[in-house]
């Protein structure tokens, strides 16, 4: 089968000023059709540009990125992003945030009852009913995030790319939203591309986790996880396996750490 993604000997340098920035080297790496794939890496090598390059948002110095079996030209329309930094727009509420994707390209065809009720619906489905009307300023990070997640998921894409979303939320906070995730991700064959800097919350949620190196970025491991499906967010850690799991991805990122690089 094609993969949905395929990154092949991707490079990527970045020029500022006199600065050049070697962020990606030689990546090569596939996203089966479905799967739920985790990267995680120290900070600053590459994460967030494997996923801008995914979205079509910039174009690599070297290699190709595919989609389906297509090398990407532009803006991929067909994947969703959640980025890293919160980017709803301050004056629109929340139903008018999640409204948004629907009013570009083919889904401005919808009706308006049909855009109605799959706002309501996503709204829903991310636990944010009763908050349609506040601005984002007025809601929590953790809400935020899951306005951010209801208008990427109302468009219902094929793939879903997430850069770190719970990355500045409590511990607790954190596994209450893995958990979501996965209840709706789960048994969807819907494709999941997860960046995190968190090796329990990756293997948590992946089937595959890609470890990178520190900038610039190269694949440094890849380790599938057979964990049980459904997966308990908040046992998953006293399950058998799971320990080795994380001691070999952990041996993997630490000689980064040793070369005193931050995770
Ligand atoms: N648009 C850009 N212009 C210049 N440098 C950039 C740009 N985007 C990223 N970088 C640099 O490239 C490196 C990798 O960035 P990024 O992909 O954001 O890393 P990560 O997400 O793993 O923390 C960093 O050193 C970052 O400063
Ligand atoms: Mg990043």
Redesign the pocket.
């Known amino acids: 089968m094609t993969p949905i993604l395929e990154f092949r000997d991707l490079s990527?340098v970045?020029?500022?000023g006199e600065?050049r920035?070697?962020?990606?080297a030689h990546v090569t790496a596939e996203v089966e059709e479905g799967e739920l794939l985790a990267i995680v890496?120290?900070?600053?090598?590459?994460?967030?540009?494997?996923?801008?390059l995914s979205a079509g948002l910039?174009e690599p110095g070297t290699g190709e990125v595919l989609y389906r079996g297509q090398p990407l030209t532009r803006v991929n329309t067909q994947v969703s992003y959640v980025t890293?930094k919160d980017n709803l727009l301050p004056w629109r509420i929340v139903e008018d945030n999640v409204a948004l994707p629907l009013e570009l390209g083919a889904h401005a065809k919808l009706s308006k009852d049909d855009r109605r009720e799959r706002i309501a619906r996503y709204i829903e489905l991310v636990g944010l009913t009763g908050f349609e009307k506040h601005y984002p300023s007025e809601l929590s990070g953790g809400m935020r995030k899951r306005a951010q997640l209801a208008r990427s998921l109302v468009y219902e894409p094929d793939v879903l790319l997430m850069?770190?979303p719970f990355g500045a939320l409590d511990a607790q906070l954190k596994l209450v939203l893995q958990a979501e995730l996965l209840r709706m991700w789960e048994g969807t064959g819907k494709t999941l591309v997860f960046?995190t800097?968190d090796l329990a919350e990756a293997i948590t949620i992946a089937d595959r986790v890609i470890v990178?190196s520190s900038?610039p970025?190269r694949i440094r491991a890849i380790e599938h996880i057979d964990l049980p499906r459904p997966r308990d967010v908040f046992g998953i850690r006293f399950v058998p396996g799971f320990g080795d799991y994380f001691e070999r991805l952990w041996s993997a990122l630490r000689e980064d750490i040793h070369q005193g690089q931050e995770v």
């Open positions: 990527k970045f020029f500022k600065q920035v070697h962020a990606l890496g120290p900070s600053g090598c590459g994460k967030s540009t494997l996923l801008n910039m890293q850069d770190e960046v800097h990178m900038r970025g």
